[in-house]
Protein backbone atom coordinates (compact mmCIF):
# COMPACT_ATOMS: atom_id res chain seq x y z
CA UNK A 1 0.00 0.00 0.00
CA UNK A 2 0.91 3.68 -0.86
CA UNK A 3 0.51 6.42 1.28
CA UNK A 4 -0.47 9.42 -0.70
CA UNK A 5 0.85 12.85 -0.32
CA UNK A 6 -1.56 15.73 1.83
CA UNK A 7 -3.33 17.61 -0.16
CA UNK A 8 -1.45 20.31 1.27
CA UNK A 9 2.02 19.11 -0.45
CA UNK A 10 0.57 18.54 -3.57
CA UNK A 11 -0.70 22.10 -3.64
CA UNK A 12 2.78 23.25 -2.27
CA UNK A 13 4.65 20.85 -5.17
CA UNK A 14 2.41 21.88 -7.80
CA UNK A 15 2.57 25.88 -7.04
CA UNK A 16 6.35 25.46 -6.13
CA UNK A 17 7.07 24.17 -9.99
CA UNK A 18 4.90 26.59 -11.65
CA UNK A 19 7.20 29.39 -9.46
CA UNK A 20 10.07 27.94 -10.62
CA UNK A 21 9.11 27.39 -14.68
CA UNK A 22 7.69 30.98 -14.24
CA UNK A 23 11.50 32.47 -12.98
CA UNK A 24 12.91 30.44 -15.97
CA UNK A 25 10.49 31.92 -18.31
CA UNK A 26 11.73 35.21 -17.36
CA UNK A 27 15.38 34.99 -17.75
CA UNK A 28 15.98 32.02 -20.28
CA UNK A 29 19.62 31.51 -21.64
CA UNK A 30 20.86 35.08 -23.25
CA UNK A 31 18.14 37.09 -22.31
CA UNK A 32 20.15 38.90 -19.74
CA UNK A 33 21.92 42.01 -21.86
CA UNK A 34 22.08 44.81 -19.52
CA UNK A 35 23.60 46.08 -15.78
CA UNK A 36 19.87 46.49 -14.68
CA UNK A 37 18.39 43.10 -15.75
CA UNK A 38 21.91 42.21 -14.46
CA UNK A 39 20.88 43.43 -11.15
CA UNK A 40 17.40 42.41 -10.71
CA UNK A 41 18.36 38.44 -12.26
CA UNK A 42 21.21 38.27 -8.99
CA UNK A 43 18.17 39.30 -6.93
CA UNK A 44 15.47 37.79 -8.25
CA UNK A 45 17.71 34.27 -8.17
CA UNK A 46 18.78 34.29 -4.80
CA UNK A 47 15.18 35.08 -3.55
CA UNK A 48 14.31 32.15 -5.57
CA UNK A 49 17.20 29.90 -3.62
CA UNK A 50 15.54 30.80 -0.65
CA UNK A 51 11.85 29.77 -1.71
CA UNK A 52 13.74 26.56 -3.02
CA UNK A 53 15.08 25.79 0.10
CA UNK A 54 11.93 26.21 1.88
CA UNK A 55 9.79 24.54 0.04
CA UNK A 56 12.62 20.99 -0.70
CA UNK A 57 13.17 21.19 3.26
CA UNK A 58 9.34 20.60 3.77
CA UNK A 59 9.38 18.26 0.90
CA UNK A 60 12.32 16.54 2.84
CA UNK A 61 10.15 16.17 6.24
CA UNK A 62 7.26 14.96 4.45
CA UNK A 63 8.89 12.01 3.35
CA UNK A 64 9.17 10.11 7.10
CA UNK A 65 5.27 9.58 6.21
CA UNK A 66 5.96 7.85 3.03
CA UNK A 67 6.46 3.89 2.80
CA UNK A 68 9.85 4.13 1.08
CA UNK A 69 11.40 6.98 3.00
CA UNK A 70 14.78 6.76 1.51
CA UNK A 71 13.55 6.44 -2.39
CA UNK A 72 11.57 9.76 -1.32
CA UNK A 73 14.63 11.58 -0.05
CA UNK A 74 16.51 10.86 -2.97
CA UNK A 75 13.89 11.93 -5.22
CA UNK A 76 14.17 15.45 -3.13
CA UNK A 77 17.28 15.59 -3.54
CA UNK A 78 17.40 15.09 -7.37
CA UNK A 79 14.67 17.70 -7.91
CA UNK A 80 16.37 20.14 -5.27
CA UNK A 81 19.96 19.96 -6.78
CA UNK A 82 18.46 20.00 -10.30
CA UNK A 83 16.20 23.00 -9.67
CA UNK A 84 19.28 24.49 -7.36
CA UNK A 85 21.16 24.29 -10.41
CA UNK A 86 18.56 26.07 -13.02
CA UNK A 87 18.51 29.32 -11.05
CA UNK A 88 22.37 29.03 -10.30
CA UNK A 89 22.84 29.63 -14.10
CA UNK A 90 20.64 32.69 -14.05
CA UNK A 91 22.65 34.16 -11.11
CA UNK A 92 26.21 33.35 -13.02
CA UNK A 93 25.04 34.14 -16.46
CA UNK A 94 24.14 37.89 -14.89
CA UNK A 95 27.29 38.36 -12.88
CA UNK A 96 29.41 37.13 -15.81
CA UNK A 97 27.90 40.06 -18.14
CA UNK A 98 28.61 42.57 -15.12
CA UNK A 99 32.40 41.76 -15.25
CA UNK A 100 31.77 42.25 -19.29
CA UNK A 101 30.13 45.77 -18.89
CA UNK A 102 33.02 46.87 -16.26
CA UNK A 103 35.92 45.12 -18.49
CA UNK A 104 34.39 47.96 -21.45
CA UNK A 105 33.96 50.51 -19.16
CA UNK A 106 37.26 50.72 -18.31
CA UNK A 107 38.36 50.57 -21.69
CA UNK A 108 35.93 53.38 -22.41
CA UNK A 109 37.55 55.46 -19.36
CA UNK A 110 40.92 54.77 -20.66
CA UNK A 111 40.02 56.03 -24.20
CA UNK A 112 38.88 58.89 -22.91
CA UNK A 113 41.56 59.68 -20.36
CA UNK A 114 44.33 59.19 -23.34
CA UNK A 115 42.22 61.53 -25.76
CA UNK A 116 42.48 64.40 -22.58
CA UNK A 117 46.40 63.42 -21.83
CA UNK A 118 47.82 65.99 -24.36
CA UNK A 119 45.20 68.77 -23.00
CA UNK A 120 45.92 67.94 -19.34
CA UNK A 121 49.77 68.15 -19.96
CA UNK A 122 49.38 71.44 -21.42
CA UNK A 123 47.36 72.64 -18.10
CA UNK A 124 49.97 71.22 -15.61
CA UNK A 125 52.64 73.36 -17.60
CA UNK A 126 50.58 76.48 -17.55
CA UNK A 127 49.94 75.91 -13.50
CA UNK A 128 53.91 75.72 -13.37
CA UNK A 129 54.94 78.41 -15.01
CA UNK A 130 52.05 80.41 -13.52
CA UNK A 131 53.85 79.14 -9.82
CA UNK A 132 56.78 80.27 -11.06
CA UNK A 133 55.70 83.64 -12.12
CA UNK A 134 53.80 84.47 -8.90
CA UNK A 135 57.23 83.12 -6.96
CA UNK A 136 59.41 85.56 -9.08
CA UNK A 137 56.74 88.74 -8.51
CA UNK A 138 56.58 88.12 -4.62
CA UNK A 139 60.72 87.90 -4.74
CA UNK A 140 60.62 91.35 -6.63
CA UNK A 141 58.25 92.70 -4.56
CA UNK A 142 59.86 91.62 -1.43
CA UNK A 143 63.32 93.18 -3.05
CA UNK A 144 61.33 96.42 -3.43
CA UNK A 145 59.92 97.46 -0.12
CA UNK A 146 63.61 96.40 1.48
CA UNK A 147 66.16 98.11 -0.79
CA UNK A 148 68.83 98.10 1.79
CA UNK A 149 68.98 94.22 2.75
CA UNK A 150 72.03 93.25 4.84
CA UNK A 151 74.04 89.67 4.00
CA UNK A 152 72.40 87.62 6.22
CA UNK A 153 68.94 88.89 5.38
CA UNK A 154 70.02 88.47 1.84
CA UNK A 155 71.48 84.71 2.67
CA UNK A 156 68.31 84.36 4.87
CA UNK A 157 66.09 85.16 1.49
CA UNK A 158 68.53 82.66 -0.46
CA UNK A 159 67.97 80.19 1.60
CA UNK A 160 64.09 79.99 1.73
CA UNK A 161 64.26 80.61 -1.67
CA UNK A 162 65.76 77.43 -2.26
CA UNK A 163 64.21 75.38 -0.03
CA UNK A 164 60.84 76.30 -1.97
CA UNK A 165 61.95 75.44 -5.30
CA UNK A 166 63.09 72.00 -3.64
CA UNK A 167 59.65 71.51 -2.42
CA UNK A 168 57.94 72.12 -5.44
CA UNK A 169 60.38 69.78 -7.84
CA UNK A 170 59.41 67.27 -5.19
CA UNK A 171 55.45 67.64 -5.85
CA UNK A 172 56.49 68.05 -9.65
CA UNK A 173 58.43 64.75 -9.08
CA UNK A 174 55.50 62.92 -7.20
CA UNK A 175 53.16 64.20 -9.44
CA UNK A 176 55.13 62.77 -12.85
CA UNK A 177 55.95 59.77 -10.82
CA UNK A 178 51.94 58.92 -10.03
CA UNK A 179 50.85 60.36 -13.81
CA UNK A 180 54.29 57.52 -14.83
CA UNK A 181 52.45 54.65 -12.60
CA UNK A 182 48.72 55.53 -13.34
CA UNK A 183 48.97 53.57 -16.98
CA UNK A 184 50.66 50.52 -15.66
CA UNK A 185 47.58 50.05 -12.75
CA UNK A 186 45.07 50.55 -15.57
CA UNK A 187 46.80 47.89 -17.46
CA UNK A 188 47.15 45.52 -14.42
CA UNK A 189 43.36 46.07 -13.54
CA UNK A 190 42.62 45.56 -17.47
CA UNK A 191 44.45 42.25 -17.52
CA UNK A 192 42.50 41.19 -14.21
CA UNK A 193 39.32 41.90 -16.01
CA UNK A 194 40.65 40.25 -19.51
CA UNK A 195 41.51 37.11 -17.21
CA UNK A 196 37.96 37.62 -15.41
CA UNK A 197 36.24 37.62 -19.07
CA UNK A 198 38.06 34.83 -20.02
CA UNK A 199 37.13 32.46 -16.81
CA UNK A 200 33.71 33.75 -17.14
CA UNK A 201 34.09 31.90 -20.92
CA UNK A 202 35.04 29.13 -19.73
CA UNK A 203 32.50 28.99 -16.78
CA UNK A 204 29.94 29.60 -19.72
CA UNK A 205 31.33 26.35 -21.84
CA UNK A 206 31.23 24.42 -18.59
CA UNK A 207 28.02 25.08 -17.72
CA UNK A 208 26.33 24.60 -21.09
CA UNK A 209 28.24 20.85 -20.85
CA UNK A 210 26.82 20.74 -17.10
CA UNK A 211 23.18 21.42 -18.29
CA UNK A 212 23.62 18.67 -21.54
CA UNK A 213 24.60 15.94 -18.47
CA UNK A 214 21.85 16.86 -15.89
CA UNK A 215 19.49 16.91 -18.64
CA UNK A 216 20.66 13.90 -19.96
CA UNK A 217 20.82 12.25 -16.53
CA UNK A 218 17.07 13.80 -15.88
CA UNK A 219 15.80 11.39 -19.06
CA UNK A 220 17.96 8.64 -17.88
CA UNK A 221 15.89 9.40 -14.34
CA UNK A 222 12.73 9.65 -15.87
CA UNK A 223 13.17 6.64 -17.76
CA UNK A 224 14.21 4.21 -14.24
CA UNK A 225 11.29 5.82 -12.56
CA UNK A 226 9.30 4.75 -15.40
CA UNK A 227 10.48 1.32 -15.16
CA UNK A 228 9.77 1.08 -11.37
CA UNK A 229 6.72 2.11 -11.82
CA UNK A 230 5.59 -0.09 -14.58
CA UNK A 231 7.31 -2.97 -12.07
CA UNK A 232 5.48 -2.17 -9.26
CA UNK A 233 2.07 -2.00 -11.51
CA UNK A 234 2.98 -5.11 -12.58
CA UNK A 235 3.61 -6.78 -8.38
CA UNK A 236 0.71 -5.38 -7.74
CA UNK A 237 -1.58 -6.72 -10.28
CA UNK A 238 0.13 -10.10 -9.76
CA UNK A 239 -0.66 -9.55 -5.82
CA UNK A 240 -4.43 -9.53 -7.05
CA UNK A 241 -4.59 -12.28 -9.13
CA UNK A 242 -2.98 -14.38 -6.38
Known sequence: MRIIFPFALVALVAASTAHAQD??????????????????AIAAAQKEQARLKQVYDERDKDCYRQILVNDCREKVRRERE????????????????????????????????????????????????????????????????????????????????????????????????????????????????????????????ERKKREERRAQRKQDLAKKEAEREALRKKAEEAGVTQ
Open 23 to 40: FLSRYPSGSITTRQQADQ
Open 82 to 205: SARNDVHRVELEAKDLKRKLDYEDLQRKRAEQQEGQPAADEARKAREAAARADTQQRQDKAAAAKPGLTSEEIERNKADLERKQQEHAQRLAKEQQHAAEAPKKVTEYEQKQADAAKRAEANAV
